[in-house]
């Protein structure tokens, strides 16, 4: 332990320390949280089960030992471990939502999330008939949780090649209880999806190109790396989304994916295909958008 007993006593104690702790380890926040002092709150806040929202009222709140050296062991692991807090706390905020996370899927996050509660207007004319949705590379599950609540009549099969992160996904839709509208499916993008047509393909798949895999924060190299790596130009999945989104989309059908800060290598991939870049707080570069009618 890096303090002496009562040392730190109160969370101000705990949050100053934490802050400069996490500041000398030059510590990378990308995953919820963007700075040291965010993060620090919240550690801190969830370990003494606290409510999150609500830092000011427990400042000067005098702790118990036991207290201060739980507080202490997420902390040093946080530093010294390089293990972003989901992995930490097993829970990732997305839009609002909670969800339970651990090292068998990426932390959740996506700029698609931004667009959901909107309902994809004005690209979804009518959110009501939107009756299949298909989200590919699922991960934590999250993207597809929140999919349903926004489209209350679609039916959403969500697909992972990894087993463990279905697991995970299994755990996250059975706590919304979404069971029944929801499925999950274990394939390699299409292989096992059913044949029906879909309204909506959305996907936020692995696209860092090889050279920026190479310069990833440690705390990114904690996640599962066959949820990040997308190839040479980080388009190989995205290359076979594409060109199976055509025999998959209804006549009026979206295909939606995000590909972060690949713009670039996106439209050289597509030189054939005008694509429709989404606004998202982060700017028009990191979600595409492409029609049916395109596909065909």
Same mark, same amino acid.
């Given at each position: 332990m890096p303090t002496k007993p009562n040392e730190l006593t109160t969370i101000r104690d705990l949050l100053r320390y934490a802050v400069t702790r =996490?500041?000398?380890?030059? /510590?990378?926040?990308? #995953?919820?949280?963007?700075?040291?002092?965010?993060? !620090?709150?919240?550690? +801190?806040? #969830?370990t003494l089960k606290l409510p999150l929202d609500k830092l000011d009222p427990f400042f000067d709140a005098r702790? /118990?030992?036991?207290?201060?050296?739980?507080?202490?062991?997420?902390?040093?692991? %946080?530093?010294?471990?390089?293990?972003p807090a989901a992995y930490?706390? @097993?829970?990732?905020?997305?839009?609002?939502?909670? =969800?339970?996370?651990?090292?068998?899927?990426? &932390?959740?996050?996506?700029?698609?999330?931004e667009l959901i509660p909107e309902q994809f207007s004005p690209w979804v004319s009518n959110p009501d008939k939107v009756n299949n949705i298909l989200e590919l590379c699922t991960g934590s599950g999250c993207l597809p949780i929140m999919?349903?609540?926004?489209?209350? @009549? !679609? #039916? &959403?099969? !969500?697909?992972? +090649?990894?087993?463990? !992160? /279905?697991? &995970?996904?299994?755990?996250?839709?059975?706590?919304?209880?979404?069971? #029944?509208? +929801?499925?999950? +499916?274990?394939?390699?993008?299409?292989? @096992? &999806?059913?044949?029906?047509? =879909?309204?909506?393909?959305?996907?936020?798949?692995?696209y860092v190109n090889s050279g920026s895999m190479g310069k990833l924060p440690p705390e990114y190299l904690r996640e599962p790396q066959i949820a990040l790596a997308g190839g040479t130009d980080g388009m190989d999945l995205v290359r076979k989304?594409?060109?199976?989104?055509?025999?998959?989309?209804?006549?009026?059908? /979206?295909?939606?994916?995000?590909?972060? @800060?690949? %713009?670039?290598?996106?439209?050289?991939?597509?030189?054939e295909l005008n694509l429709t870049w989404l606004t998202t707080s982060a700017g028009d570069d990191m979600v595409f958008l492409i029609t049916a009618d395109q596909l065909q």
């Amino acid at each position: 332990m890096p303090t002496k007993p009562n040392e730190l006593t109160t969370i101000r104690d705990l949050l100053r320390y934490a802050v400069t702790r =996490f500041n000398t380890a030059k /510590l990378f926040f990308g #995953h919820g949280s963007t700075n040291a002092l965010d993060e !620090a709150a919240y550690l +801190i806040l #969830h370990t003494l089960k606290l409510p999150l929202d609500k830092l000011d009222p427990f400042f000067d709140a005098r702790l /118990l030992q036991e207290e201060v050296d739980a507080v202490l062991r997420v902390i040093e692991q %946080r530093a010294d471990e390089r293990l972003p807090a989901a992995y930490i706390t @097993n829970e990732g905020w997305l839009g609002g939502y909670r =969800f339970y996370v651990d090292e068998r899927v990426i &932390v959740p996050r996506s700029f698609i999330a931004e667009l959901i509660p909107e309902q994809f207007s004005p690209w979804v004319s009518n959110p009501d008939k939107v009756n299949n949705i298909l989200e590919l590379c699922t991960g934590s599950g999250c993207l597809p949780i929140m999919l349903a609540d926004a489209f209350p @009549n !679609a #039916h &959403v099969d !969500a697909v992972d +090649i990894s087993t463990d !992160a /279905l697991e &995970v996904a299994k755990r996250n839709v059975a706590e919304y209880e979404l069971e #029944h509208r +929801i499925n999950l +499916i274990e394939s390699d993008l299409y292989a @096992n &999806v059913p044949e029906y047509k =879909f309204d909506l393909i959305i996907t936020n798949p692995p696209y860092v190109n090889s050279g920026s895999m190479g310069k990833l924060p440690p705390e990114y190299l904690r996640e599962p790396q066959i949820a990040l790596a997308g190839g040479t130009d980080g388009m190989d999945l995205v290359r076979k989304i594409v060109a199976g989104a055509g025999q998959r989309l209804t006549p009026n059908g /979206l295909l939606m994916v995000e590909i972060g @800060n690949e %713009r670039e290598f996106a439209e050289a991939a597509f030189p054939e295909l005008n694509l429709t870049w989404l606004t998202t707080s982060a700017g028009d570069d990191m979600v595409f958008l492409i029609t049916a009618d395109q596909l065909q």
